[in-house]
């Protein structure tokens, strides 16, 4: 059963709606801003750990112990003899966390069309795992993936606007062999991918695994490099470790993308620190918001307070009854905004508002970022937002409840 | 009329005065809110200006004079002839550009091999004056071993540490660059090792050799003919100026063109204009926190002048004024306020943290983006169009969040008004 | 004779093609060096090699046909195994083409290549293209005159002049001085540490020279492995014109 000063408190919110839904108001669109700029730097953030480990590299990578950082052609997995590959990736598939695994090969040679000559990374992928895995035949933009058995190829806009390559067009490609010969053959231009990664685009071209095997002459189950992608990336260092563990035969370095990709850990870091001197700067104003509206408040009603007192009421019972109240407000705000918040976050969330009208894409710590503010739910930050907004409003009420019981009584009966 | 509203406004005033109370307290929201919009602007302005200038230097500047075709494929064949290097030059130093500009360095830029005993690796060389280009990339600052390239220099290179260590190069090595040169035969060219930097970004630091620009033009056979002039200004924002005034210079006959540099850098614009997007969403939420603040302080401040105002009714003011009396009281309080508030927040932010806020101890190494390494120093610049932003929304807020007061004070009837206390 | 940088396989050839007579007296390393040079222009040479490679990971055996006129022109062609029969390289001035026969295309190397490994050797493609200009380049001194193991040899020691556009810090060769045979080429990094070894052996008489039908590349970085060219058939002055350096005869497979 709540004191009677609570009680009181509670009711002067309904007594006075329109200050109430105004200082509430306040206080619920500092927690709102609060909670959907977070979604909007978390969905920054998750933006460019997505692209900067998921168009390519993954969240985790397995190779053989030798094989980085040299990449070295003969060193694959379970070495000269390879590995039972189905076996391997059915492993990480079954370690939980994981969502998806691809087999890669790699290789640096030269693709050439009539006109041009240049270097190249040959990548040899499993569509369908890799599809799973990554998003980088996500950004195919003309053609298809190229099938295995048809000698087809998948290059980057770059390249192929170098080599001057369209759709259909023919290719040769280059590349030393395990055996020492040099592999060639010709290859269709099946499809033209534009990750946004200049990088990228202008180096890498995609193959078939088995069709790039038999062009650097490696059996079948001799492989490079097992790309993993973990939904969340935080749980990668784990996942990872775990892994390493599991995996015995073959022999295997685990790495995650904290290891292989540091930078982008450190800016995560840096935009979620940063991102507390935004919450303090509006959490500053709404408390003075609510002291403010709290400290007229009592001003306005200091005839009514000097009553209770001179009917008795002692200084912690009003206290407590402007507490009550502050933290009622709290209360109110808090859901109001949470509510507001939330709505606006889902609503971004999956229909984010996309600005690429305006700009282009651009790249951070060698990611593409798309201008499209998308956001994230930071759970979280609901929590920490909701507490600091709380006791925002208690502590807010503190001075105006101070100014309340130090005002003599009968000078405010008086008429003052 | 006039009198009216002089009589109004004298009113207004009088009654701000009197309620000393409610008015600071009123005003005490909006100057706390408009110090921190200034502050956080002028910190965001401040850094927006440091990562563009960062970015620029360790690309083509604020402005670059290139041959109209040169872009995007920069080949030796659409270099800018000397008479157009020298003309650009010739227009800067002239008295309307001169103090615009902090530096404009010449380069020739060539792809090459670069070939030491153990290994050749594709590189990108810059021929560049080794007077102008230490204030210009500020490479020299990131000196990791030996010394930069000096005016006296001639087979000297000033080399990427993650190329060094790829080839196994110490101070002093032999480097043999090949390229093609301008009659279309491949050229070798000796240069030795004199120092060896680390910028942070990785596609410099293993791709990048600067050599001086007479041997580099020497080496290609391209006499004196440069790739591009490149600008830096000493702000990102009198680009578009510089680069009318010198597209006027170079006249039409097509030996040369000036391109802002959101056009040679685009991933840098593209990111800062994000990152200012996401600046106005964060001041917008406290704008509004700071306007529902005071809607609440100045409304309660009238209803609680519900007597004094039914009184004024009862003396003959009509609905309409008295919400002209509210309006004006609660505008020219924020405005006053605002006006304090930024005043504050100049006072601060160029007084206490004039010399920038520091945030490097969230950061080890190097954070990039778009091309430049970010300086984790912000420090703040005052910009005159952000600050009369600051004014308009000031005012706009005042006016705004009286309006609701001062409908409610139309209707405050005369019988009811003489209930409530005073 | 003094040969050239004996690294660069064409040269090589081409340099057999033009033994002069054993030194009289004693000659300056510089004026021997400088003879060659004159008489190098317009020899040309048709031969057969084998190339066996070894490293860490294959080995191989190549057999290729050359052809070379001076040091401007070489076309490689490559008769067995199977696997590469037909794949041929053609040298023309400063560029280099690749002829494959398997997809029948021809490709011509970019600069940026041209460190890559020349089917799959420790010679690079770089090797083949550049045109050593040794007197240009160097300057060379006598190190040691005299008897190494009962053969008396000289010694010459090659350093880079000043602003010479070559990697190597020095470079020493040892040459019988009898019969102006190479014995072996040393190559050094500017500290002084050896980053590959080349020994000559095998030298009889073939197109009625005196050469060494055997040499072996060793790189110094990585043990156990090697590329050692034998000479099977060799023949000079045979009539070449820059004409017949062509790309159709790259492509044609024609003797």
Partial sequence: ?416 | MMTRLGLLVRLALRNLRRQARRSVLTASAMVLGLALLVFTRSIGDGAHETWIKAGVRLASGHVTVVAPDYLPRRTIEDRLPAAGARAALDALARSDLAPLVEIAAPRLELRALASSPRGAVPVVVYGVDPTLEPAFSQLTTRLVEGRALLASDRLHAYVGVGLAQRLHLRLGDRVVLTAQGADSTIADQLVRVAGTFRSGLPEVDDGVIHIPIATAQAWVGVGDDVSAVAILLHSSRDADRVVRSLTAALGTDGTAVALPWPTTTPELDSAVKLDDYGNYVFHFVLLLIVALAIVNTILMAVLARTRELGILRALGLRRRDTATLVLFEGTLLTTVAGLLGAALGLAVTFGIFRDGLDFSAFYSGEMTAAGAIIDLIMIPEFRLDHMLQNVVWIFIIGVVASLYPAWRATRIEIAEAMKFEG | MLPRAPSRLLVLTASLAVAAPPAQAQPSARDIVDRVDQLLRGRSSQGRVTMEIVTADWSRSLDMEIWSLGTEYALVRVLAPRKDAGTATLKAGNDLWNYLPRVDRTIKLPPSLMSAAWMGSHFTNDDLVKESRLIEDYDISIGFSGDRDGVAVWEFVLTPKPEAAVVWGRIEEQIRQADDMPVWARYYDERGALARSIAFSDFRRMGGRLVPARMTVEPADKPGESTVLQYQELAFDVGLEPSFFSLQRLQRGER
């Fill in chain 1, 1 to 416: 059963m709540a004191s009677p000063w609570v009680r009181i408190g509670w009711r002067n919110l309904g007594r006075n709606r329109r200050r109430t839904i105004l200082t509430a108001g306040g206080l619920a669109v500092g927690y709102c801003g609060v909670v959907v700029l977070a979604g909007l730097t978390d969905g920054m953030v998750g933006e460019m750990l997505r692209n900067g480990t998921g168009v390519l590299s993954g969240q985790i990578q397995i190779h053989a112990p030798d094989y980085l950082p040299e990449r070295d052609m003969h060193r694959t997995i379970g070495g000269r003899d390879g590995t039972e590959l189905s076996r391997l990736l059915e492993r990480a598939d079954a370690q939980p966390g994981v969502a998806a695994a691809a087999p890669r090969v790699y290789a640096g040679g030269l693709v050439s069309t009539g006109g041009a000559t240049i270097g190249a990374t040959l990548i040899g992928i499993d569509p369908t795992r890799e599809a799973r895995t990554t998003l980088l035949l996500g950004s195919l933009r003309e053609g298809r993936v190229p099938r295995d058995g048809a000698n087809e190829i998948l290059l980057g806009s770059e390249m192929a606007r170098t080599l001057d390559a369209q759709l259909g067009d023919e290719i040769v490609v280059v590349a030393p062999a395990a055996d020492g010969s040099l592999g060639n053959d010709l290859f269709t231009v099946s499809g033209i991918y534009h990750s946004g990664i200049g990088d990228l685009d202008v180096s890498t071209a995609l193959l078939p695994i088995g069709t790039l095997q038999r062009l650097l002459a490696l059996d079948p189950g001799r492989i490079h490099e097992v790309v993993v992608r973990v939904p969340d990336p935080w749980a990668a260092p784990g996942i990872a470790d775990a892994l390493q563990t599991a995996i015995t035969d073959p022999s295997v370095a685990v790495q995650p993308w904290t290891t292989f990709r540091p930078e982008m850990a450190d800016y995560a870091r840096l935009a979620q620190s940063s991102f507390w001197l935004v919450l303090v700067i509006v959490f500053t104003m709404a408390i003075f918001g609510v002291a403010n509206t709290l400290l007229m408040a009592t001003f306005e009603r200091r005839f009514e307070i000097a009553l209770l007192r001179a009917l008795g009421a002692g200084p912690g019972g009003l206290v407590r009854a402007i507490v009550a109240e502050a933290l009622a407000l709290g209360v109110i705000a808090t859901g109001i905004g949470a509510l507001v918040g939330l709505v606006l976050i889902t609503w971004w969330h999956h229909k984010p508002p996309d600005l690429s009208v305006f700009f282009g894409g651009f790249s951070m710590m060698g990611s593409y970022i798309r201008p499209v503010l998308r956001t994230e739910y930071p759970w979280p930050m609901f929590g920490w937002a909701a507490i600091a907004l709380i006791l925002t409003a208690v502590l807010a009420a503190l001075y105006p409840a101070y100014r309340a019981i130090r005002t003599p009584a009968a000078e405010t009966l008086a008429g003052r």
